[in-house]
């Protein structure tokens, strides 16, 4: 069994940046692709960035390229922000899927862990 548990949601100001992590926990680590996307209120979840499990290649929306970063180390995956707008605003969620690519699409992944809220101030 995967699990995915998210930390580092915050309430930040417009310009600031926030690092938030996702740890996992049950096979094999780097097995795993991972993504992070994320759900503002009254909106579906959104593709934001993957890592391949093999190739470390990402893949990133275009509204955050230049201002995310997606990492990994051990057994966490991070997403670092930069430069957060109000528009960030939103509960952030990690996944995994057992292959390499990086896909966009929420279905793609198997496993989510719980969430972690963001939320930008102008």
């Known amino acids: 069994q995967v699990q995915l548990v998210e930390s580092g949601g915050g309430l930040v100001q417009a310009g600031d940046s926030l690092r938030l992590s996702c740890t996992y926990s049950?096979?094999?680590?780097?097995?795993?692709?991972m993504g992070w996307f994320r759900q503002a209120p009254g909106e579906e979840r959104k593709f934001v960035a993957a890592?391949?499990?093999?190739?470390?290649m990402t893949n990133y929306a275009d509204s955050v390229k230049g201002r995310l970063t997606i990492s990994r180390e051990k057994n966490t995956v991070y997403l670092q922000m930069n430069s957060l707008k109000p528009e960030d605003t939103a509960i952030y969620y990690c996944?995994?899927?057992?292959?390499?690519?990086?896909?966009?699409?929420?279905?793609?992944?198997?496993?989510w862990g719980q969430g972690t809220k963001v939320t930008v101030s102008s």
């Open positions: 890592v391949g499990w093999s190739s470390g």
């Open positions: 049950g096979r094999t680590f780097n097995s795993y692709s």
């Open positions: 996944a995994a899927h057992s292959g390499t690519y990086t896909y966009t699409g929420a279905n793609d992944y198997r496993y």
